[in-house]
């Protein structure tokens, strides 16, 4: 007698939806299943390997033999290997021993549909469920003001391993001990959001996360996937939304991962000029393949649903739209238009969006994407690809070259800074200041300011405060929230001893300030994606280098006034025109005492005169500290 018992969860509508490429909860099926058949309480397993000729289970049950627990084929031609397993539960480990029908290729795959996988460096799938009881109900009542685009949106991007550690045992936090005490900093520095770097499992420290074999499971380095659950609860206790960074792009060919998993390119594109990254030295998926496609978007709604997560930010979009994205010529192939875009992954990008926003229509999407595409944030009937907001890598560039710079500089390179908005209502845009530009010897951002300690300090929060003025929403790295000096390393913890030096700690209170403002002022956020929000009052005076614009709101009262002095050199007596006549009373000013500033130039109440002044009818002078951002309103 079989040790595996024929059985399936399988409907005929099932594997026709699969084989369509139009099933998105593959995670239902897919994988290791606990149940109880005929009143014995087992397993039942499925995998998709169309190539081979023989798939079993081996695990810690079966002494790891191969043969011991042969799955059955289906008859359909899905290519779908099942069967039930008595006594097998959670907490058993397992992989997929695989013959292939292609030159007899054996290979021993972990479980891609796998909830749970072993602590690497071992490569085990586990047998897993929980029963975890939510407590969000009141969060996801109230998700869809907390994530829509006319609302404070500020993210704090975090990679769990580096955050924080505990250093008598060597080790970073559990998800356990993150509910606790990254939580309670979240929500003491006022980040309406935080975004965690890849938390699907990943077999090599150094990719960070973004090289993932088991894209169903968070990772076991921190605990087990209830207490992943336990962690995502708190942050909604505490009003805080959860993005996880997404992966579809690539994934590395390890052996016990998804490459060459029955023997053929079951799910990289076998063509090495699409189905190979050089950058990476990674796979690329298949999106022309119906099997795929469903794999992936699955596996973004099965973050959604399982896991109650409020957004996907998507990695690396520009390599996914793009045949030639790293490759020299004669390493691409044309796309049947005779272009260079990746029509099969646009379409998959579309179809993700579309299937995200229809089950999920109070979430957001967020692409990476580093290229003029046009359309990202534009809803795919309209010809868009229907992410919600899109990375402003133009932004990040140009404005970290430009307060790189020697202030007695900056004059001839005004444009670097006023240049973002020429364009910045062409997208929903979020601005970010990612890990990405903490590594790799770019320098911490606070290790790109030039001049004295002083200088660099007050370099880093006028950056800041202009970064959260500027029209979009924001992203800022664990530790640039503080000034951290040195580049990110993911082996350590982030400095937090830093925080005893006024200089850091002043840094510090600059974000919780600047988060407390955005959040009351709604002309930063109620039209930070129209041009309808944003007014110029003048990008030109290029020779003092200060910049100064009007940030409105839906009600003329909440409008901002927003003045930055880019230089060290202090402008008193500066003459601002405007548009109305009254009074205008300083709201914020990056230079106070609190934030490590001189605070030697508050301003006092201004009333108007009718001296025009950039091209208005109105104006007033005001003192500008030196290297500050100073916002007012019109005062009763």
Request: with cysteine; aromatic share 16%.
């Amino acid at each position: 007698m079989s040790k595996v018992i024929t059985h399936s969860i399988f409907s005929e509508f099932d594997i026709n939806l699969f084989k369509s490429g139009k099933h998105f909860r593959l995670y239902e099926k897919f994988g290791s299943h606990p149940i109880t058949l005929n009143k014995v309480k087992g397993t039942y397993f499925a995998v998709w390997a169309p190539g081979a000729k023989q798939v079993s289970v081996i695990g810690d049950f079966n002494h790891w033999q191969d043969g011991e627990h042969p799955l059955n084929v289906r008859w359909d031609g899905s290519g779908i290997w099942e069967g039930f397993i008595a006594n097998v539960g959670k907490g058993n480990l397992y992989k997929y021993k695989i013959h292939s029908n292609h030159k007899e290729v054996i290979t021993e795959k972990a479980d891609p549909y796998a909830r749970r996988c072993e602590h690497p460096p071992n490569t085990a799938s586990v047998v897993w469920e929980d029963d975890y009881k939510w407590k969000d109900k009141s969060w996801l009542k109230k998700r869809k003001k907390h994530n829509s685009l006319d609302a404070p949106f500020s993210v704090y991007e975090v990679h769990l391993s580096s955050w924080k550690k505990k250093t008598d045992e060597n080790r970073s936090l559990s998800y356990w001990e993150l509910a606790t005490d990254l939580v309670s900093y979240v929500k003491e520095m006022g980040f309406t959001h935080v975004e965690f770097m890849p938390i699907m499992e990943y077999p090599y420290d150094p990719s960070w996360g973004y090289q993932i074999t088991g894209y169903f499971a968070p990772t076991s380095r921190f605990g087990y996937p209830d207490e992943f659950k336990f962690l995502v609860d708190k942050l909604h206790e505490n009003d805080i939304g959860v993005i996880l960074d997404w992966v579809p792009s690539h994934f590395p060919e390890d052996s016990h991962g998804l490459g060459y998993f029955d023997g053929t390119h079951l799910y990289e594109h076998p063509d090495p000029k699409r189905g190979y990254h050089p950058d990476w030295k990674s796979l690329i998926f298949n999106y022309n393949r119906n099997e795929v496609r469903a794999f992936l978007i699955s596996n973004a709604i099965f973050w959604l649903e399982q896991f109650h997560i409020d957004g996907i930010r998507v990695d690396a979009v520009a390599s996914i739209l793009y045949l030639d994205y790293s490759r020299e010529a004669g390493e691409w192939e044309p796309n049947q238009l005779g272009g260079n875009q990746n029509l099969e992954a646009i379409s998959f990008l579309e179809e993700f969006n579309k299937e995200v926003y229809a089950s999920f229509p109070d979430v957001q999407t967020i692409a990476e994407e580093s290229t003029a595409h046009s359309g990202v944030s534009k809803p795919v009937f309209l010809g868009g690809l229907g992410f919600g907001m899109k990375w402003m890598m133009g932004w990040m560039h140009d404005t970290l070259q430009y307060f790189a710079k020697e202030p007695i500089y900056r004059k001839h390179h005004q444009n670097d800074i006023t240049f973002s908005l020429t364009y910045a209502f062409t997208e929903n845009f979020m601005l970010p200041l990612s890990h990405d530009e903490v590594v790799y010897g770019k320098h911490s951002i606070l290790g790109r300011m030039p001049g004295d300690h002083w200088q660099r300090f007050a370099n880093l929060r006028v950056l800041y405060s202009y970064m959260f003025t500027h029209p979009g929403t924001k992203l800022l790295f664990q530790g640039c929230e503080f000034g951290q000096s040195e580049e990110w390393n993911f082996d350590n913890s982030i400095d937090w001893h830093l925080l005893e030096y006024d200089s850091h700690n002043g840094m510090q209170e600059l974000i919780k300030a600047l988060n407390e403002f955005y959040k009351l002022q709604p002309a930063l956020y109620e039209k930070q994606f129209v041009p309808e929000g944003f007014e110029w009052i003048d990008y030109n005076d290029a020779e003092n280098s200060v910049i100064s614009f009007i940030r409105k709101g839906n009600q003329p009262k909440d409008n901002l006034i927003i003045v930055c002095n880019l230089t060290p050199i202090p402008r008193e007596n500066y003459q601002i025109g405007l548009p109305e006549p009254g009074k205008i009373q300083e709201v914020f000013n990056s230079d106070h005492k609190k934030f490590y500033g001189t605070g030697n130039y508050l301003n006092t109440p201004k009333k108007t005169t009718t001296e025009k002044w950039h091209s208005r009818k109105y104006s007033t002078a005001i003192d500008i500290a030196p290297l500050a951002m100073l916002a007012f309103k019109y005062s009763d």
